[in-house]
């Protein structure tokens, strides 16, 4: 699926800032195409507040979109980001400031990110 500004218009539409009492909990991007970097930061500013799961396997997710998780998504305990090329131990800093609630972190396939990475 090609994720186009109008999929993500009707996704924002319907939950943004929890209007209507509805809330986004979770959310799979996995696979999905991007063409504009700035797709999940509008998903995390304007519904991104109640989400817990994240799953975002093989989507080519940018930096903006990672600091977009860190500042608008900060109940997210579940977040797979496995296959994500971009992610490298930068991005895993950005990551790492959800720790407060975060309980399950999926690293698979990122191979830039190193050992120390993890470590830090």
Same mark, same amino acid.
């Given at each position: 699926i090609n994720l186009n500004n109008e999929i993500i218009? =009707?996704? $924002?539409?319907?939950?943004?800032?929890?209007?209507?009492?509805?809330? #986004? &909990? &979770?959310l799979t991007l996995s696979g999905c195409v991007s063409d504009e970097p700035l797709n999940l930061w509008?998903?995390?500013?304007?519904?991104?507040?109640?989400?817990?799961?994240?799953? #975002?396997?093989?989507?080519? =997710?940018?930096?903006?979109? #990672?600091?977009? !998780?860190?500042i608008h998504c900060l109940q997210i305990r579940l977040l797979d980001v496995s296959r994500c090329e971009i992610v490298d131990d930068l991005n895993l800093r950005i990551i790492a400031s959800l720790w407060r609630t975060l309980v399950f !972190?999926?690293?698979?396939?990122?191979?830039?990110?190193?050992?120390?990475? =993890? $470590?830090?």
């Open positions: 218009d =009707v996704i $924002c539409t319907i939950f943004h800032q929890n209007r209507n009492g509805v809330h #986004l &909990k &979770k509008r998903i995390a500013e304007d519904c991104g507040s109640e989400l817990q799961e994240l799953y #975002l396997s093989g989507f080519n =997710v940018s930096h903006v979109g #990672l600091r977009a !998780l860190s !972190l999926d690293l698979s396939y990122c191979n830039r990110v190193s050992d120390d990475g =993890v $470590c830090e």
